[in-house]
């Protein structure tokens, strides 16, 4: 009982910031993203008789603590949805994302290792299915399932039995750049579960982002549907910013924002005032990802190199959904 999976990160042109359930990972709010062909997690995955405990390796490393704990809770609900609750795995995942650090790590991380562990157990489940089960090992991981251009439905029932991700457009539809740019590969100090649950508890903006969601989504589809760059930059960089506001007016206020965080929003805006289209978006982390089309790219990385305190650039294209190797 041997399978191994690949899966991509993920970016949230629409954040997903907030969860109506802590334990079933259900969220307060629609998000759409597109996922990456340049960051990705590959995971083994083996069901073996004579473990008794699950053993999980993350790029060579045997985890255990929190971070093994959040892994075999995940292979626990596998077990149970395949009627095997006695058998262990043995997990080798290698990530090829800055873990914690603002990109999505979790994102393929869970995708790859729901659909490794899901195939290795015997579990037939459709895609639907496997982004529902995904969604409870890391929210935005469920989007990570398909290529493309992605949304994360919320759903009304209790059970999250219609909160999962469904493909918008296919990653051919459309040749759109994402720059990735790293500021740091350090783990955050706040992680993102910890910073949603205290602005949604606290900071007396998020109500009116998350009222704001609705028209945003129905925007941006437009806008992807037509291949408006324009448009889908404007609403990325306006629902980023709005949410990132929402962490300001929490109690305590935290950001995930460093000083070259906002250099490169300036550089950004800069580009577009010297007629140079880009757009920014950041998630949980001080990281930034620019938003371009293919003939600025060569301007757009030169810039970005650039700027004091950027230690490397990746450029991705739209990425494919989990496949098997």
């Given at each position: ?6 899966a991509?990160?993920n970016i ?8 109506r359930d802590e334990?079933?990972i ?7 993203s ?7 997690t590959?995971?083994?995955a083996e069901?073996?008789e004579?473990?008794t405990?699950?053993?999980f390796?993350?790029?060579?490393r045997?985890?255990?603590?929190t971070?093994?704990q959040?892994?075999?809770a995940f292979l ?10 006695d058998?262990?795995a043995?997990?080798?995942?290698t ?6 650090a ?6 393929s991380?869970?995708a790859a290792?729901?659909?490794?562990a899901?195939?290795a ?5 459709t895609?639907?299915?496997l982004s529902?089960?995904t969604?409870?090992?890391s929210g935005s ?5 398909y290529g493309?251009?992605?949304e994360w439905?919320?759903g009304?029932?209790a059970d999250?039995?219609d909160?999962y ?15 990735a740019v790293?500021?740091?590969?350090s783990e ?5 579960r910890?910073g ?7 900071s007396?903006?998020?109500p009116a ?5 609705p028209?945003?989504l129905a925007a941006?589809?437009q806008?992807?549907?037509q291949k408006d ?8 960089e ?9 962490t300001?007016?929490?109690s305590?206020?935290?950001?995930y ?5 906002m250099?490169i929003m300036?550089a950004?805006q800069?580009l577009?005032?010297?007629g140079?289209p880009?757009f920014?978006?950041i998630d949980?982390g001080?990281?930034v990802?620019?938003l371009?089309?293919p003939e600025?790219?060569?301007i ?5 190199q650039?700027i ?5 650039v990746t450029?991705?294209r739209p990425g494919?959904?989990?496949?098997y190797i």
């Open positions: 009982m041997k399978a191994t999976a690949k991509h990160t949230a042109l629409i954040k997903y910031w907030g969860k334990s079933l259900l969220p307060m709010n629609n998000s759409l597109l996922t990456l062909d340049g960051f990705y590959t995971t083994t069901f073996r004579d473990l405990a699950d053993r390796h993350l790029n060579d045997l985890v255990d603590g971070e093994y959040r892994v075999t626990d609900r596998i077990r149970r949805a395949a009627g095997r609750p058998v262990f043995d997990i080798h995942s990530n090829h994302v800055p873990t914690a603002g990109f999505a790590s979790s994102a991380g869970f290792l729901a659909a490794a899901a195939k157990i015997g579990l037939q489940v895609d639907p299915e529902m089960l969604r409870q090992g991981a469920c989007r990570s399932i493309g251009f992605v439905e919320k009304t029932k999250g039995s909160s991700a469904v493909p918008i457009a296919p990653k051919d539809h459309w040749d759109l750049r994402v720059a790293v500021l740091s590969s955050k100090k706040i992680l993102s910890e949603m649950k205290r602005t949604v508890e606290t007396p903006f998020y982002w998350v009222d704001n969601i028209d945003d941006i589809k806008g992807i549907s760059f324009e448009k889908v930059g404007e609403i990325a306006a629902n980023c910013l709005r949410m990132h506001a929402t300001l007016a929490a305590p206020p935290f950001s924002w460093h000083s070259t965080t250099a300036q950004v800069d577009r005032v010297s140079v880009a920014f978006t949980a001080p990281n990802k620019v371009y089309l600025q790219e060569k757009i990385r030169n810039t970005l650039e004091p305190g950027v230690h490397d450029v991705s494919e959904g989990v496949s």
